[in-house]
């Protein structure tokens, strides 16, 4: 039974940093991708960043490039989100997703994820 629990969110100032982590458990370490998406109110749903534990492969969405940064720890199985300079517009409900088939390789669409987390909630705001 594939579970994944975020946690990490909070209420954080404009410029201040976060860090989100997903912990994993009911698949294979050496074959998956995790990504974190968020959706703010009355928005769609983004992809945010991925990881795939295939290649090693990293993805960011454009408006987080350079302030955020994805990693994992394969001995705790957790994939960690580390999240600097944070803007109001980064405010959201932040989940992690795993997926378990195909190629593995980031980006991924948001529908080849099997498994979501319960979600963490960020709030930017002065």
């Known amino acids: 039974q594939v579970q994944l629990v975020e946690s990490g969110g909070g209420l954080v100032q404009p410029g201040g940093s976060l860090r989100l982590s997903c912990v994993g458990s009911?698949?294979?370490?050496?074959?998956?991708?995790i990504g974190w998406f968020r959706q703010a109110p009355g928005k769609e749903r983004e992809g945010v960043s991925c990881?795939?534990?295939?290649?090693?492969?990293?993805y960011y969405v454009d408006s987080v490039k350079g302030r955020f940064t994805i990693s994992r720890d394969t001995a705790k199985n957790t994939v960690y989100l580390q999240m600097n300079s944070l803007k109001p517009e980064d405010t959201g409900a932040y989940y992690c997703?795993?997926?378990?088939?195909?190629?593995?390789?980031?980006?991924?669409?948001?529908?080849?994820?099997?498994?979501w987390g319960q979600g963490t909630q960020v709030t930017v705001s002065s």
């Open positions: 990881i795939s534990s295939v290649d090693g492969g990293t």
């Open positions: 997703a795993a997926a378990i088939w195909g190629m593995l390789r980031c980006p991924i669409p948001s529908d080849e994820y099997g498994y």
């Open positions: 009911g698949f294979g370490s050496d074959y998956h991708a």
